[in-house]
């Protein structure tokens, strides 16, 4: 224990304890079940920290001795109720102060855990709820594995947050359920916002050896490892053999690593990271493996990416859950009718997703019949395709159609609580809108402007009752981007505010109170991104060169990527509406209108796939060499630019701290989470003292110096 010592001086640990009681089963063979609980009620998962860790092992050690003695004839793990457990207590991870101590969480872990595969009798382990990382490794550790079909969420989750799965997980998990499969686990899902497994799916994989019922699941777990301990089979599928590991082992690890440098550059490190384990598992010993987990630990643990994605999952997971600038939740009205104003693709969205949500009648309204049919008619299609790939009942289908209508009368919003805007975006059009709607709703009803750059105190300008006139941004796609920017004008009432962050909290958005300013947060940030991408252009910079220059912040998407993705002529309003708010700091290009006027920047093959620039585009901005700024100084200006327009929209009060700043940019405009939003990252590349002297955050959201 003497090497394990300095990770046993915490003393604040909350411990998860190995509570052990012998069970008799049907054949008269006893088998030891370990019980992980950490004494807390179902709000505290179980968490696997040093002194969690020394206790099972101890545990396991001395149930190797009954073993031995022929006291018992297997041991079984399972978690109180809702959790096996979640892993490593990740507080823990990030107050390491030397890389040494990162290497010794990967060693313990291994020391403890593989214990389970030398006990002189078979292990299990059921999975009875939530196992997550660490808690999954437990039970991959384990001869054999059953899972309950009420378990909430099965994962490894490591990568996300800038690690690997680092006991056991890398070479267990590949050589149990096969390459493909186990890329799956541990690359995509962790990649594609954090997906977890379900039951059945971890049992078709090859995860679990058995699924069982909630209600009878430890009994029937018992009954079944009975079974094995009386000499049942256990056909495992997906479990590689020598062909598949000679043959397919090698390209799959190949392509995927292609996929994750052509979706996430080579700025992240923990995806191929993981991908060097996964690859290397294919042969060699287990002690082999668990010794280049370990170092994979001992390096990513000390990263100052590791660090920023623990910032970010708090952001995203506590910080909000709490927004700042709130008012209290119980002035908020309840809203049990929707309009939405618009009928197009935007608006049609929008009325999909109060339908499931809030599920409330929702009556959407436009200029004509036929505008107004198109928008019923994708709904209905949508919830129809929902349907078909079984993640909507007929019922609940039926049912939001029911609750859909359209009218092309105003006068149908009369018994709303909630009218929302999709119109185009130009002020005297949305003004025009919310006068003739004011006119027709109650006073209590709430209205909202989906604007993206317009100021909703001038939107509610001519409203008799501008209190109620809040601004609600969505991103688009609307289903699937978290984030709504939630508007407080000037006149915006409390009871508005409340009422918003009430219904954002129903659709499952994450909802953050900006003030009306230009751009609100999001768009006023990649404005300003898009426009010095676009003023090196114009400068004399090729594309290719202006991609290469901002590749270093690691974005999901280049700039000029993100322009044909938006829309050109979007992109070009943007601009334009950022230039007209301050024409200093955000600049305006005439190229990129001659661009939207051509409509095509990015030359894709039959397929859709991004080929490279579009020629004539090259010659709009009459730019075929590399000219103008080195990448250096275009990489400088967009960073030091970016810090100091942070730094006044707090001066100004936009939000109320950085952390706003960066959950903003994390859940709407899709920034790395291995950056830790903006504001780390800017900190870190020394931009923020070249801006201000100063940093955002005190301390530094940095990894371990040597």
């Known amino acids: 224990m003497e090497r394990f010592a300095p990770l046993l001086a915490d003393t604040d640990e909350i411990i998860t304890h190995s509570y052990v009681s012998d069970v008799n089963l049907a054949s008269g063979k006893i088998i030891a079940l370990i019980t992980l609980d950490n004494g807390k009620d179902h ?39 809702y959790y096996l457990a979640a892993g490593v207590d990740l507080t823990k991870v990030q107050g390491l102060q030397d890389r040494h101590s990162g290497r010794l969480i990967g060693e313990m872990g291994h020391w403890a855990l593989d214990k389970l595969s030398d006990l ?12 997550l990382g660490g808690g999954l490794e437990v039970a991959l550790n384990a ?6 079909q009420a378990a909430p969420a099965i994962a490894l989750p490591e990568v996300f947050l800038g690690l690997i799965p680092g006991w056991g997980g890398a070479y267990l998990l590949p050589n149990l359920i096969g390459i493909k499969n186990a890329l799956k686990v ?9 997906r977890m497994l379900k039951p059945q799916e971890a049992f078709e994989l090859g995860i679990a050896d058995a699924i069982f019922d909630s209600p009878r699941f430890l009994e029937q777990s018992l009954a079944w490892a009975d079974e094995v301990l009386g000499g049942k089979k256990i056909k495992r599928k997906n479990e590689p053999g020598a062909i598949e590991k000679a043959t397919i082992w090698g390209p799959a690890v190949s392509i995927a690593r292609s996929m994750v440098e052509e979706k996430l550059g080579k700025v992240p490190l ?10 290397a598992a294919k ?71 109060f339908l499931r949500r809030l599920e409330v009648p929702v009556v959407i309204t436009d200029i004509s019949q036929d505008r107004i049919d198109k928008g019923l008619s994708y709904i209905v299609s949508e919830l129809d395709k929902l349907v078909e790939k079984g993640r909507l009942s007929s019922d609940d289908r039926n049912r939001y159609v029911g609750n859909l209508s359209g009218s092309l009368d105003y006068a149908a919003f009369a018994n709303c609580d909630w009218v929302i805007e999709a119109v185009f975006e130009e002020l005297s059009i949305k003004q025009e809108v919310f006068s003739a709607i004011e006119k027709v709703v109650r006073e209590d009803c709430i209205l909202a402007t989906n604007t993206s750059s317009l100021s909703v105190d001038a939107i509610g300008s001519a409203l008799k009752n501008p209190e109620r006139l809040i601004g609600f941004h969505f991103f688009n796609p609307v289903a699937v981007m978290p984030l709504v920017e939630v508007v407080r004008a000037k006149n915006s009432g409390d009871e508005a505010i409340a009422t918003a962050m009430k219904v954002a909290r129903g659709l499952k958005k994450t909802a953050v109170i900006t003030s009306d300013s230009a751009g609100f947060v999001v768009n006023r940030l990649l404005g300003y991104l898009l426009g010095e991408a676009m003023r090196a252009v114009d400068e004399g910079a090729s594309f290719d060169q202006v991609t290469s220059a901002i590749a270093p912040l690691g974005l999901p998407m280049n700039p000029f990527d993100l322009l044909e993705l938006v829309g050109l002529k979007v992109g070009a309003h943007v601009l334009d509406s950022m230039h007209a708010f301050n024409s200093e700091r955000f600049y305006a290009s005439a190229n990129l209108h001659k661009l939207a006027e051509y409509g095509k920047l990015l030359e894709r093959d039959s397929k859709g796939k991004i080929k490279g620039y579009d020629k004539r585009a090259i010659e709009i901005v009459g730019n075929s060499a590399n000219k103008g700024r080195s990448e250096q100084e275009i990489f400088e200006a967009v960073n030091v630019g970016l810090a100091k327009e942070i730094k006044l929209m707090l001066e100004e009060g936009v939000v109320q701290s950085a952390e706003d700043i960066d959950l903003c940019m994390i859940m709407g405009a899709g920034w790395p989470f291995h950056l830790g939003g903006i504001t780390p990252y800017l900190d870190r590349s020394g931009s923020s003292e070249k801006a201000f002297g100063s940093s955002f955050h005190t301390p530094m959201i940095i990894g371990v110096r040597d």
């Open 43 to 81: 709000t505290r998962p179980n968490t696997l920290g040093p002194h969690t860790l020394l206790e099972f092992a101890t545990k396991l050690d001395e149930l190797k001795a009954r073993a031995a003695n022929k006291e018992i004839h297997g041991v079984a793990v399972t978690g109180k109720p």
């Open 120 to 131: 002189g009798v078979p292990s299990f382990v059921f999975i009875n709820g939530l196992a």
């Open 143 to 148: 001869d054999y594995r059953t899972v309950n």
């Open 186 to 194: 541990m690359l995509e899902n962790p990649l594609k916002q954090n």
């Open 270 to 279: 923990a995806p191929y990271r993981v991908l060097d384990l996964i690859g």
């Open 283 to 353: 042969s060699g010993s287990k002690k082999d493996a668990f010794e280049r987990e370990d170092q994979a630990i001992e390096d990513l643990s000390a990263s100052d990416q590791f660090r920023a994605s623990i910032y970010a999952f708090n952001l995203v997971q506590k910080h909000a859950k709490k927004p700042q600038g709130a008012p209290d939740s119980k002035l908020a009205k309840p809203v049990t009718k929707v309009g939405v104003v618009g009928a197009g693709l935007m608006a049609s969205q929008f009325a999909l997703l």
